[in-house]
């Protein structure tokens, strides 16, 4: 029986956690897949020559993994200080002023965190790639669909970003958070796609 604490507490009226940990927890499923791949392929003879660089993958991707964890309990941390901005009074106006000076920091911190896991999984997938390809084929299609997860991690976690960006005040700050974001969750699409497309047409 698998432990579904997080599911529930997703599926919940709860604020937290949310889509942000969804996102960090479907990057470290896929970092988890891409280790399937590597710990299927060491100590086979076939894969000999590729030994050393599959074991320096597979603890890079403990190191990923173990982030992306973490990161689902620091984007619920950061989320407490927006919700708490969000009730602050706002009936005068140095309610008024203090509340949105609390918003726009807070804002800032509950950004931050999507873009620390969008990061990650694009590192994910640059492990996932080189394990499709020198990696156990009998495995690779868990390869495959690790890609398919960090997609959705990275496309999911740029959605907070882009929600956070457009309650900034600074618009040259927001326009950094939505750049940055955008041109990470392109380039992780792409790359995902590229590498489910490999994946697919050499199983099939």
């Known amino acids: 029986m698998y432990d579904t ?37 060491v100590g086979k003879k076939t894969y000999a020559d590729v030994e050393d660089e599959v074991r320096a993958s597979l603890a890079r991707l403990d190191a990923l993994r173990a982030r992306l964890v973490a990161l689902v309990d620091e984007d619920a941390r950061a989320f407490e200080p927006l919700a708490a901005a969000y009730r602050l009074p ?3 106006p140095e309610e008024q002023a203090a509340k949105n000076a609390a918003l726009q920091q807070a804002l800032v911190g509950a950004s931050d ?13 640059d492990e996932a790639d080189y394990l499709a390809h020198h990696g156990s084929k009998m495995a690779r299609s868990d390869a495959g669909v690790a890609a398919a997860f960090a997609r959705a991690a990275s496309d999911g976690a740029s959605l907070n970003i882009f929600i956070n960006a457009a309650s900034m005040d600074d618009a040259a700050q927001a326009a950094r958070y939505r750049g940055e974001a955008e041109s990470l969750a392109a380039r992780t699409r792409e790359r995902c796609d590229e590498l489910f497309d490999f994946v697919k047409t050499s199983v099939s």
Request: proline content about 6%; hydrophobic content about 55%.
């Open 5 to 41: 604490s997080f599911i529930d507490e997703l599926a919940s009226a709860a604020p937290t956690p949310g889509g942000g940990g969804a996102s960090a927890y479907a990057g470290a499923l896929a970092a988890a897949l891409a280790s399937m791949v590597g710990n299927l392929t």
């Open 113 to 125: 965190v999507p873009l620390a896991i969008m990061r990650a999984v694009a590192d994910v997938v």
């Open 90 to 92: 706002k009936a005068t």
